[in-house]
């Protein structure tokens, strides 16, 4: 709960100083309204808030492109930061090797990206016009007028809503259930410890078998009575010693340990067949029911796939509008990770500024 208060203080102060800063900066390339509604111009707006959106603002910021980045205001239900703003111990992003709490990390993201310039407003960008140039992007409060566009929005993992599953007082969210077995399945309140995995698809194939180097048993709950994985991780799975399938099941129920310490102890099981419920005692449980990409302010104007992810060129950030980039969980359905996030971010930097300069917005800024 105390982070939870960190992370609205820090948001509220974000908001009232980007508002403020707003009327501050006099740079040739912003402009605001004395009506309520300001308007800016930009060569670069980055919605997003994540590994992605800020290792694009650090490029781009560098490159003096003087980027614009809306951070959002409790987007998806998560505070600016993103899906790492969720998770407590960050172990597998280079730079780091004691770890590093996930609103500690997406702290250090946004300081990086100050300091090179980038002007950041804790508002959600609520609906985008792509249809011309330049492009307009609006939050409740400002039209951005953008030269190019970078999307970094995002993925949110599906959760399920049980007693015990939440966050806060009762609740086990971040003490032994997670949505990202490779993200959280390492941890040492895990390791030789039975776990287990909700889903029926690739996803919780894939996690279960993951789970099995470290768990001492791996059950996959499911509710029907068959899988909808691909027929070859279903192989994988069932054949692997160290997993057990209970079918047709839903979890009702999550409890704490004996210990006291506040951690996950084990759940009750619905059988949706007979009605019956048991009891089974793990330390951990993953959700594992698909994303979704934070992709419906778009309104249909970029190209998606059928899931909802930003369709992208392959080896390129570049989407359906020319002009407009992709980068993070918004347009990566496989990897979803904080590192591949960066990566795809400093993609779409060098893409924007490699469309700029050919349409001459840098006004003769040369490689």
Not at 5 to 26: D, E, Q, V
Not at 154 to 163: P, Y
Not at 199 to 221: P, Q, R
Not at 332 to 350: N, S, V
């Amino acid at each position: 709960m105390s982070q939870l208060k960190s992370i609205l203080s820090r948001a509220g102060a974000l908001l009232l100083g980007s508002t403020l800063s707003a009327s501050a900066l006099n740079a040739p390339y912003l402009s605001s309204s004395s009506s309520a509604m300001e308007t800016h111009k930009t060569k670069v707006c980055i919605v997003g808030s994540g590994p992605a959106a800020h290792t694009a603002a650090i490029y781009a910021s560098r490159a003096e492109l003087k980027p614009l980045l809306f951070e959002g205001w409790m987007a998806n239900d998560i505070a600016p930061g993103g899906q790492l703003t969720t998770t407590t111990d960050v172990e597998n992003f280079p730079g780091f090797p004691e770890g590093i709490l996930g609103i500690d990390i997406v702290d250090k993201f946004r300081k990086q990206s100050e300091r090179f310039g980038t002007q950041i407003f804790t508002e959600t960008v609520t609906k985008v016009d792509l249809s011309s140039k330049p492009f307009k992007l609006f939050t409740d409060s400002r039209t951005v007028l953008a030269d190019a566009v970078i999307i970094s929005t995002g993925a949110v993992a599906k959760r399920l809503s049980f007693a015990g599953s939440g966050e806060g007082a009762g609740g086990f969210w971040n003490r032994g259930i997670s949505a990202c077995a490779v993200c959280d399945g390492a941890a040492p309140i895990f390791r030789n410890k039975p776990l287990a995995v909700i889903g029926g698809g690739d996803s919780a194939m894939e996690e279960a078998n993951f789970l099995t180097k470290y768990g001492s048993k791996v059950y996959i709950i499911h509710r029907r009575d068959t899988f909808r994985a691909s027929k070859i991780m279903q192989q994988r799975a069932l054949s692997n010693p160290k997993i057990e399938v209970v079918w047709n099941s839903s979890v009702v129920e999550a409890y704490g340990d004996e210990s006291g310490k506040g951690v996950l102890g084990g759940l009750k099981v619905k059988n949706v067949v007979s009605g019956d419920v048991s009891d089974l005692k793990v330390s951990g449980l993953f959700f594992a029911i698909g994303h979704e990409p934070a992709t419906k302010f778009l309104d249909g104007q970029l190209e998606l796939d059928e899931d909802g992810y930003v369709v992208t060129k392959p080896g390129t950030t570049k989407t359906s509008v020319v002009g407009v980039f992709a980068a993070g969980d918004v347009q990566d359905k496989k990897y979803r990770q904080a590192i591949t996030a960066a990566g795809t971010g400093c993609m779409a930097a060098l893409d924007a500024e490699h469309y700029l300069q050919e349409i001459g917005s840098q006004e003769g800024k040369s490689d």
